[in-house]
């Protein structure tokens, strides 16, 4: 068996289960995936004791106690079976019974019909010798749900008829298009809803292991994506002397570091509080894994908005139009301040299920006294809000995060939180937040998509060298998109020797001060030409130069600790792209580069962003720190205070202790899908 069950022994006997070994062998290389190719599940990976669970081969069964401790029962052929204890609080393993084997059952199948007629070859449900049956039954005892080894199909059996045989019928496949499946773990869970791992072989990507589950009176299953491991630094593949550890096969490094299961899972359970376990072999691991249910905050939600480009992600897919890959996270609620006159919130709250709630804490705690969501979404970037003095548009993310975060210290527990771009528009509530977030605990990531683009050509800051100058193109407002440029910056200069060393000032320049400031030496005219040498929507027209296409320069200047510099040019009339540019410090030799964005439905850029999102949400852990966005946040405050007094340099101390070191790597994503018309669907 596949999972410890309170399975009668008389209905093993006539189902026919029989018990092989588990182990898969590795399928196809995984050829040109990474981190942006797929909406992965991030498991919590736990090693099980090798002592007992065995490598090589074996087999698991796993269920949950009254306790909420998770029971492996372990099995290496012929050497031992071990009962192995898991403390999903403490995250602890004990061993607490050991013993020798039990015997195979002989099967004895009852007869069947499959949708009124006897079950056919292709099911793998007919033919004696085939290979074993996943089996469980309902709480209610009258549904068994079956799932041949081989047999990309969920089968339901009523239990309730008379007579010796039983009639069921075909519910759906587990993994559509798949070219081939193998699925030797399956359980009911305490809910009713039935859970399978299941290693599936795609023609043209290879072998990935995926959680499916089903929805008693759902149309088909649902493949809820493959699964990575969230946690790789705690799988070891080499002893204290550095030698290589054996029987390592069962888990495949993709080129970007990610860590995937690569064999089939042989053991599954749904747990009360909805984390699902698996068990994988060489090493044998044991894999929480938990379908986040998030809350959706935003200002304002109509077509194009960020909500629409964010949030409806999580409905649509990540295309937008129900095509594509569906997200890893799942849209429980949502709270929209302000309501357009084309509001797409509504319809959607009816299309797919989702309710609007009147107030945030009724969003987080689905109209009761508690949290009630895995993580929340603020998205607050369109509506109609007033401007500060400094020409930045006041959305309310102090006031939507001071009412998330009022809900969990009423909870007495705190969720992983999302930002949609800036923390706020100015320093102080941008601070305010970041601090908040750490003192509750809640993991705190935010920012915009531009650090995932694609870049032509795709070069990234070598981590780790000196960089002397910075600088950067940009165009636009200067609140909403001179945050982007900023950013696009940061992500880079970050990467530098030493980290992030911190802003001990910035100013700004206007109009014919701009190019001043170039003939001063202010900013490196050589970079502004390799950055602008990138573009590639708006060519200069012959006998035109960029002063004279753009009437209203802005300059902002960036220094850092360290001695860097870092200049962002918008130039609105003359540039309509992010480039960039930078200077090594030890060669002088110059780097450049086009930060581009899909400028059409589904704007798939989008997509890279909502999938780091999904990451924090599953594992807990910012996939990029915050630290990037509290600086940006406060760059930008300082440069359009500068803009408001004059131009005048502000010195920052503040900025001066945001230090940081990332560990965020960009790579090129795929190439995006076909462009759609910007007002289509």
Not at 197 to 216: I, M, N
Not at 245 to 267: C, F, M, N
Not at 557 to 568: E, H, K
Not at 636 to 657: H, Q
Request: proline residues 7%; contains cysteine; charged residues 25%.
């Amino acid at each position: 068996m596949l999972r410890f069950s309170p399975h009668s022994s008389s209905f093993v006997r006539r189902f026919g289960l029989a018990c092989g070994c588990l182990l898969l062998a590795a399928g196809r290389s995984p050829a040109g995936e990474s981190i942006f190719t797929r909406h992965w599940l991030w498991s919590e990976a736990h090693a099980l004791p090798t002592d007992r669970a065995g490598e090589g081969g074996g087999r698991f069964s796993i269920v949950e106690g009254p306790n909420g401790k998770i029971t492996i029962s372990t099995v290496q052929h012929g050497r031992n079976a071990d009962l192995i204890e898991f403390d999903p609080q403490t995250k602890e393993m004990r061993v607490i019974d050991s013993g020798e084997q039990g015997p195979k059952i002989d099967p004895d199948r009852p007869a069947e019909t499959i949708d009124g007629a006897p079950p056919s070859e292709p099911s793998r449900l007919a033919a004696a010798e085939s290979p074993p049956i996943n089996w469980d039954i309902s709480s209610d005892r009258r549904t068994l749900y079956a799932v041949a080894t081989s047999g990309n199909q969920l089968y339901s059996y009523d239990l309730t008829g008379a007579g010796d045989t039983l009639a069921g019928h075909s519910v759906g496949p587990l993994i559509p298009g798949a070219e081939r499946t193998d699925c030797r773990a399956m359980c009911v869970g305490p809910d009713g809803r039935v859970w399978a791992g299941v290693a599936a072989t795609f023609d043209d990507r290879g072998q990935f292991l995926h959680l499916v589950s089903y929805a008693p009176g759902a149309d088909a299953p649902m493949d809820h994506g493959p699964i990575a491991i969230g946690n790789p630094e705690d799988t070891e593949f080499a002893d204290a002397d550095g030698h290589a550890l054996p029987h390592r096969h069962g888990v495949r490094r993709l080129d970007d570091g990610t860590l995937l299961p690569q064999q089939t899972a042989t053991g599954i359970c749904a747990a009360r509080d909805g984390t699902v376990y698996l068990t994988t072999l060489d090493p044998p691991t044991l894999h929480a894994v938990r379908i986040k249910h998030v809350a959706g905050v935003t200002s304002i939600y109509h077509h194009n908005a960020h909500a629409d480009v964010i949030l409806s992600r999580l409905m649509q897919t990540d295309t937008l139009d129900e095509k594509g890959q569906p997200s890893s996270l799942q849209l429980d609620s949502m709270y929209v301040d302000q309501v357009a006159e084309k509001d797409y919130s509504r319809p959607f709250s009816r299309r797919y299920g989702v309710p609007i709630y009147d107030t945030v804490t009724d969003a987080l705690t689905l109209g009761g006294d508690t949290l009630a969501v895995d993580g929340v979404l603020v998205v607050a970037e369109h509506g109609h809000y007033p401007k500060s003095d400094t020409g930045q548009v006041i959305y309310p993310k102090r006031r939507l995060l001071q009412e998330v975060f009022k809900v969990f210290e009423q909870s007495g527990r705190s969720v992983p939180v999302f930002c949609d771009k800036h923390l706020a528009d100015n320093w102080t509530d941008a601070k305010w937040l970041y601090d908040t977030a750490k003192r509750l605990k809640a993991p705190l990531m935010a920012g915009s998509s531009l650090p995932t683009l694609w870049r032509y050509p795709p070069v990234d800051v070598e981590r780790g060298v000196r960089l002397k100058e910075v600088v950067a193109t940009s165009y636009g407002s200067l609140d909403a998109y001179g945050f982007h440029a900023l950013e696009m910056v940061q992500c880079l200069v970050e990467r530098r020797a030493g980290g992030e060393s911190g802003v001990k000032a910035v100013q700004c320049f206007t109009g014919d001060a701009v190019w001043q400031a170039g003939r001063d030496g202010v900013y490196s005219r050589d970079l502004l030409d390799a950055a602008i040498s990138r573009r590639r929507n708006q060519t200069i027209p012959e006998g035109k130069t960029i002063e004279e296409l753009t009437p209203e320069p802005v300059l902002f200047v960036v220094d850092y600790n360290d001695g860097l510099r870092a200049s962002v040019l918008t130039l609105n009339g003359a540039v309509n792209e992010w480039t960039v540019a930078w200077r090594d410090a030890d060669d002088g030799s110059i780097e450049s580069t086009l930060f581009w964005t899909q400028e059409a439905r589904p704007f798939m850029h989008f997509t890279y962003l909502t999938m780091g999102v999904e990451k924090l949400m599953q594992t807990g852990r910012p996939t990029w720190g915050p630290e990037r966005t509290l600086l940006t946040s406060g760059i930008l405050d300082a440069a359009l205070i500068s803009k408001r007094d004059g131009g005048v340099r502000i010195e920052t101390p503040y900025l001066s202790e945001v230090r940081y070191q990332s560990d965020w790597d960009w790579q090129q994503p795929p190439d995006p899908p076909p462009g759609r018309p910007i007002m289509s669907q």
